[in-house]
T-cell receptor
C-alpha cells in the first residue's frame, strides 16, 4: 500500500523568499516520487521526479526536492519565490512493483505576497 | 503539438442524464487514465488503460465506464449522472508507467456540474 501526506494545505511566502512545501510518503516498495504543479484552470505539469537515482532532484523553474528515506520525506524547495510560482502543488507516490497507479496528495496551495 | 485534448471543457447535466467525456492524445502513449479532482481531496483515479483493449478500475470507478478501442482515444462515460459526480475531470497519458517512472501528461480538464 502507498500513501502520501502533504503537511500544509496552504503556504504563503513573500516574493524573493524561500519556498518549502512538505511531503511525507508511505510505500511498501522502493517508491518513485513526483511533484506536479497546477496553475489556475489548467492541467497538472510535472515539476520533478525521483526514481532511485540521485536523492537530490532538480526540476523546472528552479525547484528541487530531496528524497530522505529515513524520514520518509520528499519536500519541495525553491531558494527565491517568484509571483509566477503561485499555484497548487501535488506530491505523488508510486510503488516500484509494476503498479500502474499513482497516489496523489491533497495538494498545497502556494500564495506569493508581493 | 496538441498533447492531451479533452472535450468538452464545461458541461451541465441533470440528474439521470448520461454523457461522454472525450480524451485524445497524439503522443502514441500506451497508458491513459481518468482522474477526478475535488476540493481538499487531490486527484483520485477513476479508470485506467495500459493499451488498446485493456482497461482496469481505479480508486473510484462506480458510475463510470471506459473503453479503449484505439491507442489515441479513451472516453469516459457517465451512465446516469448524480450530483456526487460534480467535479473536474482530468485525462492523463504516459508512454510507460510501470515502475512509476513515467511522466503523466494531463489535459486541461473538463468541469462537470450535475444538478
Amino acid at each position: 500500500a502507498q500513501s502520501v501526506t502533504q503537511l500544509d494545505s496552504h503556504v504563503s511566502v513573500s516574493e524573493g523568499t524561500p519556498v518549502l512545501l512538505r511531503c511525507n510518503y508511505s510505500s511498501s516498495y522502493s517508491p518513485s516520487l513526483f511533484w506536479y504543479v497546477q496553475h489556475p484552470n489548467k492541467g497538472l505539469q510535472l515539476l520533478l521526479k525521483y526514481t532511485s537515482a540521485a536523492t537530490l532532484v532538480k526540476g523546472i523553474n528552479g525547484f528541487e526536492a530531496e528524497f530522505k528515506k529515513s524520514e520518509t520525506s520528499f519536500h519541495l524547495t525553491k531558494p527565491s519565490a517568484h509571483m509566477s510560482d503561485a499555484a497548487e502543488y501535488f506530491c505523488v507516490v508510486s510503488d516500484s512493483n509494476g503498479n500502474e497507479k499513482l497516489t496523489f496528495g491533497t495538494g498545497t496551495r502556494l500564495t506569493i505576497i508581493p | 503539438n496538441a498533447g492531451v485534448t479533452q472535450t468538452p471543457k464545461f458541461q451541465v447535466l441533470k440528474t439521470g442524464q448520461s454523457m461522454t467525456l472525450q480524451c485524445a492524445q497524439d503522443m502514441n502513449h500506451e497508458y491513459m487514465s481518468w482522474y477526478r479532482q475535488d476540493p481538499g481531496m487531490g486527484l483520485r483515479l477513476i479508470h485506467y488503460s495500459v493499451g488498446a483493449g485493456i482497461t482496469d478500475q481505479g480508486e473510484v470507478p462506480n458510475g463510470y465506464n471506459v473503453s479503449r478501442s484505439t491507442t489515441e482515444d479513451f472516453p469516459l462515460r457517465l451512465l446516469s449522472a448524480a450530483p456526487s459526480q460534480t467535479s473536474v475531470y482530468f485525462c492523463a497519458s504516459s508512454y510507460k508507467l510501470a515502475g512509476g517512472s513515467g511522466e503523466l501528461f494531463f489535459g486541461e480538464g473538463s468541469r462537470l456540474t450535475v444538478l
